[in-house]
C-alpha cells in the first residue's frame, strides 16, 4: 500500500487539483502563496518529485532551517575539525554529510588526509559497536540531528555505559526544532503563508509540539509525509487554510504521527540532554534549543572530556547559506550558486549536505542548460 | 541524518531489543528500544539512524489513499 503513495498516475491526478487550487490562492493573494519546509528529507523529496518546478508561477515553495549539519554554526564546524586535528590519537565518528562540510581553514576530509583518524557511520549503535572492538582507541561521536536522531544517540550513551566501554564519547551538536521555528515565525521580514512540518520529528515531538505556529503566530501548518502523495497532500490541505483564511497545526501524517509523539523517545532524551543556549547557522544564538548532555553523564560528554578553545568564525565569505536557511532567497539567488560554489567545490554546508537546500537545487532543479 | 527509511519487520527479539526489517529488498537489523507498541512480521516501521523511532500505521495509509479518491471524485 506504502507504494501507492508513489504512484504517478495518482500523483498527476492530484496535482490536476493542486493547480487550480494554487491558481486561486494565488488570485485572493495577488502573487503566489509561499509555503516553507523545514525538513532536509522534504527538501529533497520536493527536489525529486519535481513538485517546484509544476506548481511555478501559482505557488513556491522554499527551504528553511531543516538541514542539520547545514544549521550547525560555522564555530561548531570549526571546533570538530580542531578535535580532529589536534587530536589524533582520537577516531572521530560522523554521519557521512559532515566530512565535506568546509569549516573556516579545513574540512573532516582534509584533516583525514593529514593523518586524523575519522570513520563514517550510518547509526550511532556503529559507533558503540566500533569502540567495543577498538578498546586501545578513544571514539568520540558527532551528534548532529534534531529530535529523530537525539534518541539514538542517547541510546548508544545508554549502550555504551551498560557494556562498561569507558572509550565512547558523544560530542551534542543536537538541536529542536520547535524554538527555531519560534524564532524563524517572529522574524518581521518573512513572508510566508504556511509551513510543512517535518513528519520524522513530530513523530517524536508529537503534533501539539507544533501547535503555537497557528496559535501564536497564526502560521497554517500541516505535519508531512515523505511520498510524493503525502507532500501534494500536505500542500493541498496548506492551500485549503489558506483558501478559507484558516491557521491550524494540521497533521496530514498520521500514519505516523500522534498528538503526543513517541513518549519513549521523549523521555529518553530528557533523561540524557538538557536543553541549552546555541548557536545556529542564519540565525545567530536561539536560547534553550540545543541539547548537551547532562552532568550525570559527563563521562561520556567529549566537550567535556576534550574540550577545544575555538571561537565563532563568521561563515564563508559570500556564502548565502543563512539566508537560504531563514528563507529569505532561494539557492539561486546567491551569487556564487552554481559559479564559484557547486557540489564538487562547495562554499558553505547547504552545497554540501545531500539534505542542503542548495545541493538539492543544484542536482534536481536547476536548469544547467541555460548557463 | 533525517532521512527516515520504512521498512517491513520480519523478524522481532524484545528481549534484545532488536527487529530485522526489510526496506526495498534489502534486510537490516534495527533497534526497537523506542518502540512502546506491541510488533509482529509483517507491521512496518520508519526507521532513523539504525533506530526504529515510529509504527506505521497502516489504515492511516489506507483511509489517506481513500480520502484522495474522495476528493478526486468530487465535482
Redesign the interface.
Known sequence: ??N??RDPE?GK??LA?LVPLAQEVAGHLGRPAIFMEV???HTMAIARSGLRSLLAGSLELRSGP????CVTSQGDIDRVIALAAARHDLVIGT?G?MMRVPGTNSSLEQERARGARVEIF?????AVTFAAGHPQDEVVFLG???E??A??VA?SVAAASSRGLENYAVLSFHKTVPLVLENLLSDPELKIDGLLL????C??TGRRAFDFVATKYNVPAVVAG?EP?DLM?AV?LLLKQVAGGRAETVNGY????REEG????KE?MREYFEPVNVQWRGFGEVPQSGLALRDSFSFYDAAVRFPVDVAESPPPRGCACGDVLKGKIVSSDCPLFARKCTPLQPVGPCMV?T?GACAAYYQYEWPKAEV | MCLGIPGKVVEVNRSESWAVVESFGVRKKVDIALIDEDLVPGDYLMVHAGYAIGKINLEDAQISLELWEEILHAE
Open positions: 500500500m506504502l501507492k503513495l495518482l491526478r492530484i487539483k525538513c532536509g528529507t531543516g538541514c542539520p549539519v554521519f554529510d550510518y547509526s550511532p549503535a556503529e548532529v540531528g534534531f529523530t536522531t534518541p539514538a541510546l517535518p513528519g520524522h520529528v513523530t517524536v515523505f502523495v497532500k493541498y498520521p500514519r505516523l504521527v513517541n513518549n519513549k523517545a529518553i549536505s539534505e
